[in-house]
T-cell receptor, first 108, second 112 residues
Framework: AQRVTQPEKLLSVFKGAPVELKCNYSYSGSPELFWYVQYSRQRLQLLLRHISRESIKGFTADLNKGETSFHLKKPFAQEEDSAMYYCALRRSSYKLIFGSGTRLLVRP | DVKVTQSSRYLVKRTGEKVFLECVQDMDHENMFWYRQDPGLGLRLIYFSYDVKMKEKGDIPEGYSVSREKKERFSLILESASTNQTSMYLC???????????FGPGTRLTVL
């Protein structure tokens, strides 16, 4: 079955600490994965996708097919990174399946 | 700037009422989606549409229906609202080629 698992509901770190938001997936084909972010009182928006291999706002994510993971990382967290983060898997030409989300709280 | 708009930010309805949630996109996207967003459950797909008048059930279609008469507009209908349909409803759209979905601001529906 196609599934996206985000094991942490809440991740709390101090400003300047490294951050890793975990995402594991199950998919039989060649996966295409995304991270979406929702800041307080803002709409859900794309943060990054694995095929572009880019760094957005200091965040990176590497697809590890062996471990079926797509963890989101940032070396030094900032307070403005506090948000809800969703990992998503493209399961057809247009449908996505989302994980349950992780709330990141960056404390001053 | 790309835009997906939803007709209401907040809506309060009574049990048994018929509820319409409207979504409009101005990007000429073929695909449109309705999701529920609930704490601890993430986003769950209710219905999606890949063309005018075309629709497919998502993962949780029970109690909902949809309508897409024009390419830019996708409506979610609760035929007889129930308290367990109290939730945040998100609309999204995407093009045929791009996987990225663009989201509306959401409608927080409360059914009393």
């Amino acid at each position: 079955a196609q599934r996206v698992t985000q094991p942490e509901k809440l991740l709390s770190v101090f400003k300047g600490a490294p951050v890793e938001l975990k995402c594991n997936y199950s998919y039989s084909g060649s996966p295409e994965l995304f991270w979406y972010v929702q800041y307080s009182r803002q709409r859900l928006q794309l943060l990054l996708r694995h095929i572009s291999r880019e760094s957005i706002k200091g965040f990176t994510a590497d697809l590890n097919k062996g471990e079926t993971s797509f963890h989101l990382k940032k070396p030094f967290a900032q307070e403005e990174d506090s948000a809800m983060y969703y990992c998503a898997l493209r399961r057809s030409s247009y449908k996505l399946i989302f994980g349950s989300g992780t709330r990141l709280l960056v404390r001053p | 700037d790309v835009k997906v708009t939803q007709s209401s930010r907040y809506l309060v309805k009574r049990t048994g009422e018929k509820v319409f949630l409207e979504c409009v996109q101005d990007m000429d996207h073929e695909n449109m989606f309705w999701y529920r967003q609930d704490p601890g459950l993430g986003l769950r797909l209710i219905y999606f549409s890949y063309d005018v008048k075309m629709k497919e059930k998502g993962d949780i279609p029970e109690g909902y229906s949809v309508s897409r008469e024009k390419k830019e507009r996708f409506s979610l209908i609760l035929e007889s609202a129930s308290t367990n349909q109290t939730s945040m409803y998100l609309c999204a759209s995407s093009s045929e080629l791009q996987g990225e979905q663009f989201f509306g601001p959401g409608t927080r529906l409360t059914v009393l």
